[in-house]
């Protein structure tokens, strides 16, 4: 008998249960309804956080993640998705990795991340970031080899946003492989190869006279080179 009065409470304990953490979702979905609705981010990110812990969902999850990337909470998005790379992550996963490893200066890192995306969507702003977190780290070859793809692919109406400046500028994105393409051959030896790289630079002034951060390299470059001795 008393077992099987055990057997009623248990059973009732988890219909009760059950029943509350239907209600709960219930109350979290129609709240992170009303956040979405308020375009209120702290409240949908709330909401999200709730409705996974009462139901885990990996789509939600991604979700979480990539709005916190948004935010330029890269070490929130991170410890939601991690840092591995795995081929049956979500697209979304996948660049949230990226950008918030990217965000969180850690190139090596990163890069793993933007070569599963460029697997499965090859285009020229990947080849971009690649390139440029390949330059950071030093792998010249690849450096070169994402610029060249860049410069064979990029279209005239393409763009690149820079925001090095007080006020954020774009310049044609093949201006930017030109750019890029400078550094790499600067980096591929700093003692010969300044002129070769600062006809890049040019080139892609040419393209964008607005384009700061060229102008500046290319100060920087010329006033390496050495000086002519003077007549005494």
Do not use: C, W
Request: charged share 20%.
């Amino acid at each position: 008998m008393k077992q099987f009065i055990l057997i009623i409470v248990m059973v009732l304990g988890f219909n009760s249960y059950a029943q509350t953490n239907q209600e709960l979702l219930k109350h979290y979905e129609a709240y992170y309804k009303q956040m979405k609705s308020q375009a209120d981010i702290q409240g949908i990110i709330n909401g999200l956080t709730h409705l996974n812990v009462l139901s885990p969902s990996t789509a939600r999850q991604d979700t979480l993640a990539y709005i916190y990337m948004n935010e330029g909470k890269f070490v929130q998005a991170i410890n939601t998705v991690g840092v591995e790379v795995n081929s049956s992550d979500s697209n979304i996963a996948v660049e949230v990795k990226a950008v918030s490893l990217k965000g969180l200066s850690q190139p090596k890192l990163a890069i793993p991340q933007f070569e599963e995306l460029f697997k499965r969507t090859q285009n020229v702003t990947l080849s971009y970031e690649l390139a440029e977190l390949y330059l950071q780290t030093q792998n010249i070859a690849e450096a070169s080899k994402n610029v060249e793809y860049g410069i064979l692919h990029a279209e005239d109406n393409m763009k690149k946003t820079y925001y090095e400046s007080q006020q954020p500028y774009q310049v044609p994105l093949k201006a930017a492989f030109l750019y890029l393409k400078g550094l790499i051959v600067f980096n591929e030896n700093k003692e010969t190869n300044i002129d070769i790289a600062v006809s890049y630079l040019e080139q892609a002034l040419t393209m964008a006279p607005n384009f700061n951060l060229a102008y500046v390299s290319r100060t920087a470059l010329l006033g390496q080179k050495p000086q002519p001795k003077t007549k005494e």
